[in-house]
C-alpha cells in the first residue's frame, strides 16, 4: 500500500496541485534522513513550524502517510482540550485519510480489533482524563509495546510542555505524554505549530528539545504577518486606542471603528453572495471576558436595528456609501453600491445576518454555526489556537493584554490563511496593537530564517523581542537556564581569554580610529577570536544573535571601536572609559563591539590581551538558552 501516493492523488483530484507538490517536498526532505533512518530504539524528538492557518495539518497528514510506508503503524495524533477543534480534526482525518483506521477517544475496541490491519489514528485532545484512559490502553494491549509510536502533536507548544518545571515538578498533561511514550519501545514525536517560541527555548534536559526542525513555507495565495504587517498596511484601519473601553461604557457607537468595520462587513457579504458565495464572516476579539462578549454582541444587535428601521435615511445611505467608497480603493470591481445596498437590507429583513457567541459559555452546535451564511462571531480565548473560520474577511480585535506575550498574540491572529478575498480583507486594530504585531512578525521572519540556514538542533535558533513583550508563558521556561540579554547594555568578559593575540592584532591592525563602519560577519569573525574562562561571557551567544540580524540581510553592519595600550587592572567592574561608553551609546540601532588591548599590567600576568565589550541594539530583550547563562 502506497499511503503517500494515495493521499497525494486524492489532493490533485481536487484540484490542488500546488498542495501536493508541497506535501511532495516536505515528506522528501524529512523522510529519508529523520524517518527512513529511524533505529527503533529510541525516543525522538522532533518539530515541525508553518505559518498559523498556512496548511500545517495537510502536511501532518502527509508525513503520517510517509510514516506509514516506511513501516509506522499506530499514530497517535493530539489537539488542545477543545471539542470543537478535536472534532474538527478528527472528521477531517477520517475524511483525507480514508487508507487508515481513524479512531475517536472513545474507540478502543475499534483499535484494538483493527490489530495492526491498517496503520491507525488516534485522535485526542490533549487533557488529562483522556490520555490517562489511552496510557492504559496502549498498556493493556499485546502489539503496542512492539511498535513504535508517531505522536503528532498539533499546536505541540499548548499544554504539552511542563509547567511545573521551575518547582522540579512535572505538570499532568507532559507527564502523561512522556507515559504515553514509554508504553512503547520507540517513538517519533513530531511537535507542530505555528508559534515554536517556548519549544526554541526548552533545555535539553527538558526531554522537549527538538533533535530536528523543519520549516514549510505556505502555498500561493497565503495571507500571513507579510501580508498585514508592513508599511503600507492597506488592509489594516487604525482605531482608538481606547475605543473598546469606549464601547463598553458609553451608550454611543464609535463611528471609525467597530461601526466601520460592521458595514464593511456586511457589503463584503452582500459582494461575496451576489457573486454566488455561500459564507462571509467577521470575527470580532474584545476580551478574554465572556461577559463582554456579550456586551459586545448586544451593541452589535442594536445598530443592525438602528441601520434596518433607517435605511431609507440619507445618513444610514451615506455612511454605507463611505465604507463601500473605502473597499473600491483594492476592490475596484466591488458590484454595484445600489445592488449591494439592497441585497443587505433584504437578508436584514429576512434575519440573515447571524451574530454569534463563541467562548467557553457556548455549546460546541452553536460554535459550528458559521460555517455558512453571513455571521458576526464575537468571543475571546476560544477564537485561537487551530480553529478555523471560512471566508473570514473582517476582523475587530481589540484585546490588549497587560503583559503580552507574542505566541498567544499571533495564535489569535485567525486573518491569517487562504480562503479570502484579499481585496475585501479588513483588520481593524488600535495603534499599539499593530505596532506589537509588527514586532512580532520581524522576530518570526528571523525565526524562519535562522531555521533555513541551518539544519542543526534548536539551540541554533536565536530570539528576540522589544522591551515589555515576552515570548511566552514564563511558566515553561526554566528560568535556571534561560537568560535574558538587554539590548543598550555593555556586556564584557571578567576573565577574557584570546585564542590567538598575535593573529587577533593583525586582524584589528586597520582599525585605529574613533569608530568604524563594518560587515556583521567581521565582528563575528573578532568574537570568534575571544571568549571567557568564566560562565559571565560566552562569545557563541552574541554571535548567535549577530547571526540572526544576518540571516535577515547578509550586508547588516555594526560599529567597531579598538584602543590599545590600556591600563586596565583585572577584575574591574567597568571597562569603557567615559567617552568610549558616550561613543557607543550614539548607536542605539546598531551592534557595537569595542576592543579594548591592555598593557598586561596589573593583574594580567604580561599578557597584552584584546578584551571585547559589546552592545547589542536598544530597548530588545534578547532570550538564550544555556545549561549557564550570563546573569
Given at each position: 500500500m502506497k499511503y503517500l501516493e494515495n493521499y497525494l492523488s486524492r489532493i490533485e483530484a481536487k484540484g490542488n496541485p500546488a498542495l501536493s507538490k508541497a506535501i511532495r517536498k516536505t515528506t522528501e526532505d524529512i523522510v529519508p534522513q529523520y524517518i527512513s533512518s529511524f533505529s527503533y530504539k529510541e525516543h525522538v524528538v522532533s518539530l515541525l513550524v508553518g505559518d498559523v492557518q498556512s496548511g500545517k495539518t495537510s502536511h501532518m497528514f502527509g508525513l503520517m502517510c510517509a510514516a506509514a510506508d516506511e513501516g509506522f503503524g499506530i499514530f497517535v495524533l493530539l489537539t488542545t482540550d477543545n471539542i470543537l477543534l478535536q472534532q474538527q480534526t478528527f472528521k477531517r482525518a477520517q475524511k483525507d485519510l480514508s487508507d487508515f483506521c481513524i479512531c475517536d477517544e472513545n474507540d478502543y475496541l475499534k483499535f484494538t480489533q483493527n490489530n495492526m490491519r491498517k496503520p491507525a489514528v488516534i485522535v485526542l485532545k490533549k487533557n488529562g482524563r483522556v490520555l490517562k484512559q489511552w496510557k492504559n490502553n496502549f498498556s493493556s494491549t499485546q502489539f503496542v509495546a512492539g511498535n513504535p509510536l508517531f505522536i503528532v502533536d498539533d499546536e505541540a507548544d499548548a499544554a504539552s510542555l511542563n509547567t511545573q518545571v521551575n518547582k522540579n515538578k512535572q505538570s499532568t498533561i507532559n507527564k502523561c505524554l512522556d507515559e504515553i511514550k514509554k508504553t512503547t519501545s520507540s517513538s517519533i514525536y513530531m511537535q507542530v505549530t505555528g508559534t515554536p517560541q517556548s519549544i526554541l527555548l526548552q533545555t535539553e534536559k527538558s526531554?522537549?528539545?527538538?533533535?530536528?526542525?523543519?520549516?514549510?513555507?505556505?502555498?500561493?495565495?497565503?495571507?500571513?504577518?507579510?501580508?498585514?504587517?508592513?508599511?503600507?498596511?492597506?488592509?489594516?484601519?487604525?482605531?482608538?486606542?481606547?475605543?473598546?473601553?469606549?464601547?463598553?461604557?458609553?451608550?454611543?457607537?464609535?463611528?471609525?471603528?467597530?461601526?466601520?468595520?460592521?458595514?464593511?462587513h456586511l457589503i463584503s457579504a452582500a459582494h461575496i453572495f451576489l457573486s454566488g458565495g455561500t459564507v462571509c464572516n467577521f470575527l470580532i476579539h474584545p476580551s478574554f471576558k465572556t461577559s463582554e462578549h456579550k456586551k459586545f454582541a448586544e451593541k452589535i444587535g442594536e445598530y443592525l436595528n438602528e441601520c434596518s428601521y433607517s435605511q431609507e435615511e440619507s445618513t444610514t445611505r451615506e455612511a454605507f456609501l463611505e465604507a463601500y467608497n473605502s473597499l473600491k480603493t483594492t476592490k475596484t470591481d466591488i458590484l454595484p453600491f445600489d445592488d449591494i445596498y439592497r441585497f443587505i437590507f433584504e437578508q436584514m429583513a429576512a434575519d440573515k445576518v447571524n451574530i454569534l457567541v463563541l467562548n467557553s459559555l457556548t455549546s460546541f452546535e452553536e460554535n459550528t454555526q458559521y460555517e455558512q451564511g453571513i455571521n458576526i462571531i464575537v468571543g475571546g480565548n476560544s477564537l485561537g489556537r487551530g480553529v478555523t473560520f471560512p471566508q473570514l474577511q473582517t476582523i475587530y480585535y481589540c484585546r490588549v493584554a497587560k503583559s503580552p506575550q507574542a505566541d498567544t498574540m499571533w495564535q489569535h491572529a485567525r486573518m491569517f490563511g487562504y480562503d479570502r478575498d484579499p481585496d475585501l480583507l479588513r483588520v481593524f486594530m488600535p495603534p499599539k496593537l499593530f505596532k506589537l504585531f509588527s514586532d512580532i512578525n520581524t522576530t518570526n521572519n528571523s525565526i524562519i530564517a535562522q531555521i533555513e540556514e541551518s539544519s542543526k538542533s534548536g539551540s541554533e535558533i536565536k530570539i528576540f523581542y522589544p522591551n515589555g513583550l515576552k515570548p511566552t508563558r514564563k511558566n515553561v521556561l526554566d528560568k535556571k537556564c534561560v537568560g535574558m540579554l538587554s539590548g543598550g547594555v555593555n556586556y564584557f568578559p571578567f576573565e577574557p581569554t584570546n585564542k590567538d593575540i598575535d593573529a587577533l592584532s593583525t586582524m584589528l591592525a586597520p582599525f585605529d580610529g574613533e569608530i568604524y563602519t563594518v560587515s556583521l560577519k567581521l565582528i563575528i569573525g573578532i568574537l570568534e577570536m575571544v571568549d571567557s574562562e568564566g560562565d559571565d561571557w560566552k562569545a557563541n551567544t552574541f554571535i548567535g544573535f549577530i547571526k540572526t540580524f544576518i540571516a535577515e540581510n547578509p550586508l547588516a553592519q555594526g560599529k567597531l571601536i579598538v584602543r590599545r595600550e590600556r591600563n586596565i587592572s583585572k577584575g574591574t567592574g567597568t571597562l569603557l572609559s567615559p567617552s568610549d561608553r558616550k561613543l557607543g551609546d550614539n548607536f542605539s540601532n546598531e551592534v557595537v563591539l569595542t576592543m579594548y588591548q591592555v598593557t598586561g599590567e596589573k593583574g594580567w600576568n604580561g599578557k597584552k590581551l584584546w578584551i571585547p565589550n559589546i552592545k547589542l541594539p536598544n530597548n530588545i530583550i534578547y532570550y538564550n538558552v544555556s545549561e549557564s547563562v550570563i546573569k
Open positions: 526531554g522537549w528539545k527538538p533533535y530536528f526542525i523543519y520549516y514549510f513555507r505556505p502555498g500561493d495565495g497565503y495571507m500571513g504577518g507579510n501580508f498585514f504587517f508592513n508599511d503600507e498596511h492597506k488592509n489594516v484601519i487604525l482605531t482608538d486606542n481606547t475605543e473598546a473601553t469606549e464601547l463598553l461604557n458609553d451608550d454611543e457607537f464609535p463611528e471609525n471603528g467597530l461601526k466601520t468595520a460592521l458595514v464593511m
